[in-house]
C-alpha cells in the first residue's frame, strides 16, 4: 500500500502540491484524474521518490520512499516525455534495464515486443511517439515491480493499442502481486480500467473514491410528474445533488440506492419515468459542484 500524508511540495514559491493526502491499497488499479498543472507529475515524481516532499510524507509499504532503495526497487515510473539515449535501441534498453531491475523478465519482453510490432534494433529516436508510448510500457511491466507509475501512458497511443495496454495491466495483476497507477486528464480514458480514482485540481485532491461505490451511490433520473404536489413531494423526499428542468420534464441526479429512488419516483404516479446512465464524468462534476468548484473549467 502506499500512503501519502499530508504531502506538499512548491516550486520556485508556486505549490504544485498542496497538503495531499490519499491511500493507493493493493489489488486496484488506482487513476489520477486532473488536467496539467493539477500536480499529478509532481505527485507521481514524489511517489517514485523523485522529488522530496517540502513536508509531509510518502511511505510505500510502510516504507519512506526518499533515499530508501529497498522501497524504490518496488517502483519503476514511466514519464510523460520518456527520455531515451540518442542512440538506443529496444535492445539496448533492456540491457540498462537488466542492470536497474534486476526481475526484468527479458523473455516476456520480446514475446510482447513481437505482439506489439515493434523493431528490436532500430533507434528509438526514430519511432513514432505512440511507438515510444508502447514500448515505455512494455519495460514498465516487465521491470517486475510491484508498483508502475504512469503518467499520460495512453496520450499518443490509438484505441487498439489502448485496449492491449489495458489487457496486459489487468494479465499482470491476475499473474503477480502488481499495482498500477496511472495519471490521467481524460477521465473517459480511465472510467472502464480503474478501480479506484483520485481527482487533483491545483495541488489538492478534492476526491479519491472507489469506482464501484460512486455508481452505486448515485442514480440519474428522466421523468414527468403531472401532479404538481407529488412532483414537489417528490422532490423534498429524494437527496437530489443535481436537477435541469426543461418544461415539465425533469433530469436529476440523486444520491442513493438505486432501487429505493426509482420506487419513490414511480410512486409519484409519472406520465414518463426512466433510469439513465451515469457516467464518470459527471458523477465528479456532480460532486465537485456539490462541492463548490466549477468543474466545467477543471475537466477537459
Not at 498543472?37 to 517514485?48: E, I, P, Q, V
Not at 514500448?135 to 484505441?159: H, M, N, Q, R, W
Not at 493499442?161 to 499495482?179: C, G, H, N, P, Y
Request: aromatic share 8%; charged share 25%.
Amino acid at each position: 500500500m502506499i500512503e501519502v500524508i499530508q504531502a506538499s511540495k512548491a516550486f520556485a514559491g508556486v505549490e504544485a502540491v498542496r497538503d495531499l493526502t490519499c491511500r493507493i491499497r493493493d489489488g486496484e488499479v488506482f487513476g489520477m484524474v486532473g488536467t496539467n498543472g493539477a500536480g499529478k507529475s509532481t505527485l507521481l515524481r514524489m511517489l517514485a521518490g523523485v522529488l522530496r516532499p517540502d513536508s509531509g510524507e510518502i511511505r510505500i509499504d510502510g516504507e519512506p520512499v526518499w533515499e530508501n532503495e529497498s522501497a524504490k526497487s518496488r517502483i519503476c515510473f514511466i514519464s510523460d516525455t520518456g527520455y531515451f539515449p540518442i542512440n538506443a535501441t529496444a535492445e539496448s534498453m533492456t540491457e540498462l534495464y537488466r542492470v536497474v531491475y534486476p526481475g526484468f523478465d527479458t523473455e516476456r519482453f520480446e514475446k510482447l515486443m513481437g505482439r506489439f510490432g515493434l523493431p528490436k534494433n532500430q533507434k528509438i529516436r526514430t519511432f513514432s511517439r505512440g511507438m515510444k508510448k508502447q514500448l515505455s510500457v512494455l519495460l514498465g511491466i516487465c521491470a517486475g515491480t510491484k508498483y508502475l507509475f504512469c503518467d499520460e501512458t495512453f496520450d499518443g497511443l490509438d484505441p487498439v493499442m489502448r485496449q492491449a495496454v489495458k489487457s496486459i495491466f489487468a494479465t499482470e495483476m491476475l499473474d503477480r502481486e502488481f499495482v498500477p497507477v496511472v495519471a490521467s486528464h481524460n477521465l473517459r480514458e480511465l472510467e472502464d480500467f480503474c478501480d479506484h480514482v483520485g481527482l487533483l485540481h491545483q495541488g489538492g485532491i478534492l476526491f479519491s473514491e472507489n469506482l464501484s461505490d460512486l455508481k452505486m451511490n448515485m442514480q440519474k433520473v428522466q421523468c414527468v410528474i403531472r401532479d404538481p404536489e407529488a412532483e414537489k413531494q417528490l422532490l423534498a423526499d429524494l437527496d437530489i445533488v443535481r436537477l435541469d428542468r426543461r418544461g415539465s420534464m425533469l433530469t436529476l441526479v440523486v444520491r442513493g440506492d438505486r432501487d429505493v429512488i426509482l420506487a419513490r419516483v414511480q410512486s409519484a404516479d409519472p406520465v414518463f419515468a426512466e433510469e439513465l446512465p451515469l457516467t464518470l464524468e459527471e458523477i465528479f462534476i456532480t460532486e465537485t459542484e456539490v462541492a463548490g468548484y466549477d468543474i466545467k473549467n477543471i475537466i477537459a
